[in-house]
């Protein structure tokens, strides 16, 4: 059983900037798929970023330029460096991952609060 561990989330102003960050607890596997998801209350569930063995990393257009995820040095791990925050980004943060790159989703992380205030 694969479980994704995060770290990082808390309060910043608008214009701030936050890194999150994502480990696998098992390194046995290799996960080709790794993301970010997001979850704003009363909204779904949407892709924040995604970055996985086939290819660049995708992004949601409402973070373009403004965050960059990348793989860690460390096996399994991901992180998210989200910059000029705004209130709009104010959500529950989940990390996600698969073996399979071509898999969005598999394993999920519990979620990780971000609050940005006005």
């Known amino acids: 059983q694969v479980q994704l561990v995060e770290s990082g989330g808390g309060l910043v102003q608008a214009g701030g900037s936050l890194r999150l960050s994502c480990a696998s607890t098992?390194?046995?596997?290799?996960?080709?798929?790794m993301g970010w998801y997001r979850q704003a209350p009363g909204k779904e569930r949407e892709l924040v970023a995604r970055?996985?063995?086939?290819?660049?990393?995708v992004y949601a257009d409402s973070v373009k330029d403004r965050f960059t995820i990348s793989r860690g040095d460390a096996k399994n791990t991901v992180h998210l460096q989200m910059n000029n925050l705004t209130p709009e980004d104010t959500a529950v943060y989940y990390c996600?991952?698969?073996?399979?790159?071509?898999?969005?989703?598999?394993?999920w992380g519990p979620g990780t609060q971000v609050t940005v205030s006005s």
């Open positions: 098992r390194t046995v596997v290799t996960l080709n798929s």
């Open positions: 970055i996985t063995s086939l290819g660049g990393p």
């Open positions: 996600a991952a698969a073996v399979s790159a071509a898999s969005a989703a598999t394993y």
